[in-house]
């Protein structure tokens, strides 16, 4: 299970805070070893804390993994190639230690679900995902947000799919 590195209680958000989620889901799984912690932005070399940043107005994550559009700073800074570095390092993470699941921050370019924050600044949000975790849903990783832990733990406890058994006279015995 990869997990934003800021509901577990690190301080790495961009104005230096946690959003910890106090649960016991999620105890029960750091008890059990299942939590790969990770911060996207952090990993692509963002510096906390750190000006906010936001989609432009208009566009979507996926324009942004595909270059079309930027993630920038209220002052103009253009960040996009932190988001990018940050998803691929999370990408990296939860394969490399086998996750198929990840539980992420609601909101956040990179980290939001089913909302992000527009490109305003104004606190208003756009239909998500962030820039991570499409990246992690285009590579078949099961993403959650904070508001869906009971979905996430039974998605855990979901043995893989295994191959197809065939039906009908050629089916083994
Ligand atoms: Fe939390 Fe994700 Fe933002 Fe890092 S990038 S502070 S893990 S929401």
């Known amino acids: 299970m990869l997990v934003s590195a800021c509901l577990l209680g690190s301080r790495v958000r961009f104005d230096g805070r946690a959003r910890t989620v106090a649960d016991e889901i999620v105890e029960r799984w750091r008890a059990e070893g299942r939590i790969v912690a990770h911060c996207p932005e952090v990993a692509g070399g963002l510096p906390v804390p750190r000006p906010p940043a936001e989609i432009e107005p208009g566009a979507d994550a996926r324009a942004v993994l595909e270059g079309r559009a930027r993630i920038l700073t209220p002052d103009g800074e253009d960040v996009t190639r932190h988001f990018v570095d940050g998803a691929r390092a999370a990408l990296a993470a939860a394969t490399r230690n086998g996750a198929r699941t990840a539980l992420l921050k609601e909101s ?13 600044f104004t606190g208003a949000t756009a239909p998500g995902p962030g820039v991570t975790a499409l990246l992690l849903q285009d590579h078949g990783v099961a993403v959650f947000c904070e508001s869906d832990l009971e979905a996430a733990d039974a998605r855990l406890r979901t043995p893989p799919a295994g191959p197809a058994i065939p039906d009908g006279p050629h089916a083994p015995p």
């Open 108 to 120: 956040s370019p990179s980290c939001g679900l089913h909302r992000v924050y527009d490109g305003t």
